[in-house]
């Protein structure tokens, strides 16, 4: 959805409602203009870390307590809190987790993560600002913003 930034924050960011589909999750992130956002990422310092032969791309993000991605998976990278708390549930390549794609990881977290058993439940973590998770290529990942949360993704490769 493109919409003015100050329309966002004023209308948008705010907390998930559970009963919204994954698909419809709303938050400020992605490819973002380096023209209009250049000056943050000029002081945005990155993890020390590079795959030979590629360059990072960087996705500044802002999200309402609630929302999150469901679960997906891509190449490499890093994920960095600024402010606010993100929780992350991953499972390697080889173990597809269950989950339905228009299910918001609000409503896998109250309905399905319950009933996995101890040995079916994700890797998880909860990031803080300053904290930074590399996941790695084609790891399965899903998030769950704990607070408006504001947060750079570092995509390498």
Do not use: M
């Not at 919204?20 to 870390?49: A, I, K, M």
């Not at 791309?57 to 490499?76: K, L, N, T």
């Amino acid at each position: 959805v493109d919409v003015p930034f100050q329309e966002y924050v004023e209308h948008l960011l705010k907390p998930q409602d559970p009963a919204r589909l994954g698909s419809d999750t709303l938050y400020f992130f992605g490819d973002n203009n380096f023209t209009e956002w250049g000056p943050l990422f000029q002081h945005y310092v990155p993890p020390p870390f590079r795959i030979p032969g590629t360059s990072p791309a960087y996705s500044f993000g802002i999200a309402g307590s609630g929302s999150g991605v469901p679960f997906h998976w891509h190449g490499p990278g890093f994920s960095e809190v600024i402010f606010g708390r993100k929780r992350w549930f991953l499972y390697p390549p080889d173990k597809t987790p269950h989950f339905h794609p228009n299910e918001t990881t609000l409503a896998w977290l109250q309905h399905t993560y319950p009933t996995l058993p101890l040995a079916q439940r994700p890797l998880e973590c909860t990031l803080r600002p300053g904290e930074v998770l590399y996941f790695p290529d084609r790891w399965w990942h899903a998030t769950l913003n704990l607070d408006t949360s504001v947060f750079i993704s570092t995509f390498l490769g």
